[in-house]
């Protein structure tokens, strides 16, 4: 039974559930299914409610290399809608700061691209799971909280490439490294534009090696198990 439990699974978040949806339901399978009490389950890597895709959970004794996981890169593929900003920096919250759009082409969204290439700082967006002072920055962001102190944290982008251009959506394509936030940086690019963006869809499509088209279905996850 201890083999059994011990997995590590790959699985595709679904919109609008949270990471730790996933865990839940994923353990409390496994308690059924095996008729026991506790067990530990925790995925690889957080993932938004509004973004879907590759989640790497482990269960039982292969939660202890759970940190081998999380340093790994991480690919998705993304849309960022130009011309406005949210204050969540996607779809969570409505949009606001709208500023002409029509004049940017591909050749300046190509070229901001490469300035973001590399080693550099990103400050986390406040509606994050980051906690300050004991609480998940998200619930004081929705309480409109004001003068949060958020420290810039050391990401690297190691390839960021434009797959669609269709004003106001730009289609994108990023490979990063972990701790790195595709909405600030989303919300970043629209900065450098001069005419705004947000996050407007999003999909974790590789974790290192794993690929997103090896994952199974949540509603999938008791006949794999």
């Not at 957080?46 to 290399?65: F, N, Q, R, V, Y």
């Not at 849309?79 to 500023?99: A, N």
């Not at 050749?107 to 300050?132: H, N, R």
Request: charged residues 30%; aromatic residues 8%.
């Amino acid at each position: 039974m201890k083999t059994a439990v011990a997995s590590v699974l790959l699985v595709n978040k679904p919109l609008r559930w949270t990471s730790f949806d996933v865990v839940k339901k994923i353990r409390s399978s496994l308690k059924k299914k095996y008729n026991i009490n506790k067990l530990k389950v925790g995925h690889c890597g957080t993932l938004d409610p509004l973004a879907c895709g590759l989640l790497i959970i482990c269960t039982g004794s292969k939660t202890k290399t759970i940190k081998d996981y999380e340093s790994l890169t991480k690919t998705y593929r993304g849309v960022m809608k130009l011309g406005c900003m949210t204050r969540s920096f996607d779809r969570e919250t409505e949009e606001e700061s709208f500023q002409n759009f029509r004049n940017i082409n591909i050749e300046q969204v190509q070229s901001v691209f490469l300035g973001f290439s590399g080693l550099q700082d990103q400050t986390p967006p406040i509606f994050s799971a980051l906690k300050v002072d004991g609480e998940r920055l998200y619930k004081k962001a929705r309480r409109g909280e004001k003068n949060i102190r958020l420290k810039s944290r050391k990401i690297t982008i190691y390839e960021l490439r434009l797959l669609k251009f269709n004003l106001p959506f730009v289609s994108f394509e990023v490979k990063c490294s972990k701790g790195t936030y595709i909405r600030t940086l989303v919300h970043d690019i629209g900065i450098r534009l001069n005419c705004g963006a947000y996050l407007y869809e999003l999909t974790r499509t590789h974790i290192g090696p794993y690929d997103l088209k090896d994952a199974i279905e949540i509603n999938d996850i008791m006949p794999e198990i």
